[in-house]
């Protein structure tokens, strides 16, 4: 039964006649309140068929929503299979029993403490694992195996020591910047985060508007929630925003994204390029694993569940075949400054110069991708000599992400010749706990340790950063000890092992 969706003299479906459609061979599903015929998309879903088929014939917007942008279904299932607005009030409505992790968390949030109470990034990171959902804090919190490198990327930054200068005239603070031309208040930029609207309902835009009022740059992601055109419509000129990119195996559609993205005004192609598959990030694996019913030991063809958390949900489109004779082509296709996010060696630095991109972000993806990678201030310190060796330096601007918690990590990437840095993570728990208010003071926090650890390293402003002013020998010696870091411990969330299947009581 079709039904054209533009028809506004069309009558409601009717729940029940939807509910029919409920199997493999006739799947249905409501979302926002209209049905779609997903029966012939079943194999082709990123996640797997299973997920779809355990809301056929019912409603899957709760599902759909906090991981797929609202133009999702309008852009990708044929208009044959938009089958029109449902009567909801015929929609049987399903029974939740009891969920004793829910109301602890709905008790948590009665007693989180005031947003004036959070002191620094970390304290964000401490509230958001208590209220946020399960599955939502495995997904933003999770890293890759046994999640060494996401623990490096904060610990590097303790092996750096500053060397102060005393007796300079530090009354008046600038740091601001520029990066890829732009003009900004303090370096660093609000890096691409997948799926915010699992910590908000109104997902990235709120993260642009934290951006706008502390005049640092959005990185929009290609996995947000939201969708393009909504976070830029959220922002305000002259706002600046980037653009990052998971390149599409069709590049018919990669030309078309970057293209309308250079046509909106977006200012940077931040090209992907250490995920030509996605890392297992086991905690969102695992948070996942009741969720879609899965049975490990089903191995025949379509009843494998591919839907291993999040992340491997919205991922299927990524092209491992990305190499270095595609830059030429994304050199020709657009004029937007292109930077290769995710290079990990200093080798790949001088590539990137040679096959004339504008930038280059040092990143591990997080700690997300591949375990043991080395953290982005530790390439950062053999990059920048071997650049400065070639007289480079000037060429190509050098970024880095992963770790990033404190202004003093700020202050040490550039220190050792990062133009900014990106930070991701820590906004998206502000955001989660407390929504804009909390991305607007995690931000005001790092401008305000920003000042005071300029004044007391003796420097006034960006440019007088230098190699100098900082002990690097400890930092690529993996076994260094350092000071316990005790915010960091209590908010890092042990990976755990399998848990006992609970048995009926009879």
Sequence with gaps: MNRDSNDTQAVKLNGAEVAKHNSRDSCWVIVHGRAYDVTEFLPEHPGGPKIILKYAGKDATEEYEPIHPPDTLEKFLDKSKHLGEVDMNTVEKEEKGDDPEEEQRQEMIKRMPILEQCYNLL??????????????????????????????????FHKIWFRPRILVDVEKIDFSTTMLGTKVDIPFYVTATALGKLGNPEGEVVLTRGAKKHNVIQMIPTLASCSFDEIMDAAEAPQVQWLQLYVNKN??????????????????????????????????????????????????????????????????FIDPSLSWKDIPWFLSITKMPIILKGVQSVEDVLKAVEAGVHGVVLSNHGGRQLDFARSGVEVLAEVMPELRKRGWDKKIEVYIDGGVRRATDIIKALCLGAKGVGIGRPFLYAMSAYGLPGVDRAMQLLKDEMEMNMRLIGCSSIDQLNPSLIDTRALSMHTTGVPGDTLSMNVYDPLVGPKEKIVAKL
């Design 123 to 156: 304290d964000f990171e401490a509230v958001a694992r208590k209220v946020m959902k399960k599955t939502a804090w495995a997904y933003y919190s999770s890293g890759a195996d046994d999640e060494i490198t996401l623990r490096e990327n904060h610990s590097a």
């Design 251 to 316: 590049r018919d559609i990669t030309k078309k994204i970057v293209q309308h993205a250079e046509a909106r005004g977006c200012k940077g192609l931040f090209i992907t390029v250490d995920a030509p598959q996605l890392g297992r990030r086991e905690k969102d694996m695992r948070s996942k694993f009741s969720d879609v019913g899965s049975n490990v030991q089903s191995s025949s063809g379509d009843d494998v569940d591919r839907s291993q958390g999040a992340a491997r949900a919205i991922s299927s």
